[in-house]
T-cell receptor
Framework: DAGVIQSPRHEVTEMGQEVTLRCKPI?????LFWYRQTMMRGLELLIY????????DSGMPEDRFSAKMPNASFSTLKIQPSEPRDSAVYFC????????????????FGEGSRLTVL | GEDVEQSLFLSVREGDSSVINCTYT??????LYWYKQEPGAGLQLLTY?????DMKQDQRLTVLLNKKDKHLSLRIADTQTGDSAIYFC???????????FGSGTRLSIRP
């Protein structure tokens, strides 16, 4: 398996523009997570899905952020309009539900999408 | 809500042991994890411990869990330059779905 695939790896955009980040989870994983990493706040959980259904979006900063998972192999995180304070590395991760010693519920991370909003 | 705390920086001499500490708040956590992040990369699982264990050893890594104090530590023996990275402590919440991460400890190795 290729692992979790994120695109783009880097994006530079201007304030007010729409940004769409994409993620392909590992096949067979039923959980998908979006995290944001900044120097100031560390790694923050934005939203997670189980079987394509959003379970907890309490970490989404504001209405400018939205996430979808139309099917088991694809998710998007959209920021509209973007602001300079949204600059961060956005990680997607997937996992199977933890249960027993053979499955620790390990999260598998993509390499991240580095967003810079000017 | 759940919270995981760790110090931001640690500097050790090459060959010494590194000890990274973490405290968490959810007493019903089921799994606790240590992830490693190398520059420009995503996080990768380093090791984990079940909440009903006190200690786990894996080659140069030793994880200690004190459930009473909600304290987790990671010891890296004979620290090498390749161990330079950010180390994240994480807990899986009692619903067994959400993982909460600490802010990460940046480990630097000096010669």
């Amino acid at each position: 398996d290729a692992g979790v695939i994120q695109s783009p790896r880097h994006e530079v955009t201007e304030m007010g523009q729409e940004v769409t980040l994409r993620c392909k989870p590992i096949s067979g994983h039923d959980y998908l997570f979006w995290y944001r990493q900044t120097m100031m706040r560390g790694l923050e959980l934005l939203i997670y899905f189980n079987n394509n259904v959003p379970i907890d979006d309490s970490g989404m900063p504001e209405d400018r952020f939205s996430a979808k998972m139309p099917n088991a192999s694809f998710s998007t995180l959209k920021i509209q309009p973007s602001e300079p304070r949204d600059s961060a590395v956005y990680f997607c991760a997937s996992s199977r539900l933890a249960g027993g010693p053979s499955n620790t519920g390990e999260l598998f991370f993509g390499e991240g999408s580095r967003l810079t909003v000017l | 809500g759940e919270d995981v705390e760790q110090s931001l920086f640690l500097s050790v001499r090459e060959g010494d042991s590194s000890v990274i500490n973490c405290t968490y708040t959810d007493s019903s956590s089921t799994y606790l994890y240590w992830y490693k992040q190398e520059p420009g990369a995503g996080l990768q699982l380093l090791t984990y411990i079940f909440s009903n264990m006190d200690m786990k050893q894996d080659q140069r890594l030793t994880v200690l869990l004190n459930k009473k104090d909600k304290h987790l530590s990671l010891r890296i023996a004979d620290t090498q330059t390749g161990d330079s990275a950010i180390y994240f402590c994480a807990e899986r919440d009692s619903s067994a779905s959400k993982i909460i991460f600490g802010s990460g400890t940046r480990l630097s190795i000096r010669p």
